[in-house]
């Protein structure tokens, strides 16, 4: 039982790459979020996704798009990269809305 | 939306010492109160949480009480420990449709 498994977990992008961060979860958990953390900025939420089928913005969600590809496994995509979109992504899952969240081991990118 | 403050931003105590995090919210629905505990470099995980019918709830050195009047809750970490060394983030959610809302999170340093 891994949880929720993210790659990769470093990545370096030039400015105007593209790349999708993967995210699974082994726990038939319903919803799963993305959220970046910044230095003294906490956990900021990207998107989520309440259930399979649905996807809903967050507080910071320009620049990226989702993808709930199944159950298990939501999709993080930055089509341009910005030196402003440096951040550790984290990917999380819950059974639903309402039950603690359970967190990847996070994706640390760096956009130069 | 729900909005959530965390005070103090950095905390210094001495070994055995006790250390409180305080956190206000915006959203007088909310209902769910977690905390989730961050060592350098791993990814955040829950420590304890608090649902709106309670008002204090303990494990072992850590316990959270909530004011739902004032809309604040803390957490409170006796006989610190140099392991319990980390950066706390407290969060809230209300009863609707919405994920979780953290806030910026303390980084506690507990000094031996």
């Known amino acids: 039982n891994a949880g929720v498994t993210q790659t990769p977990k470093f990545q370096v992008l030039k400015t105007g790459q593209s790349m999708t961060l993967q995210c699974a979860q082994d726990m038939n958990h319903n919803s799963m979020y993305w959220y970046r953390q910044d230095p003294g900025m906490g956990l900021r939420l990207i998107y989520y996704?309440?259930?399979?089928?649905?996807?809903d913005k967050g507080e910071v969600p320009n620049g990226y798009n989702v993808s709930r590809l199944n159950k298990r496994e939501f999709s993080l995509r930055l089509e341009s990269a910005a030196p402003s979109q440096t951040s550790v992504y984290f990917c999380?899952?819950?059974?639903?809305?309402?039950?603690?969240?359970?967190f990847g081991n996070g994706t640390r990118l760096t956009v130069t | 939306g729900e909005n959530v403050e965390q005070h103090p931003s950095t905390l210094s105590v001495q070994e055995g010492d006790s250390a409180v995090i305080k956190c206000t919210y915006s959203d007088s629905a909310s209902n769910y109160f977690p905390w989730y505990k961050q060592e350098l470099g791993k990814r955040p995980q829950l420590i304890i949480d608090?649902?709106?019918?309670?008002g204090e709830k303990k494990d072992q050195r850590i316990a959270v009480t909530l004011n739902k009047t004032a809309k604040h809750f803390s957490l409170h970490i006796t006989e610190t420990q140099p392991e319990d060394s980390a950066v706390y983030f407290c969060?809230?959610?209300?009863?609707?449709?919405?994920?979780?809302?953290f806030g910026k999170g303390t980084r506690l340093s507990v000094i031996a």
């Open positions: 608090i649902r709106s019918n309670v």
């Open positions: 996704s309440a259930s399979e089928g649905t996807t």
């Open positions: 969060a809230a959610r209300n009863s609707g449709n919405t994920p979780l809302v």
């Open positions: 999380a899952s819950t059974e639903n809305l309402n039950s603690p969240l359970h």
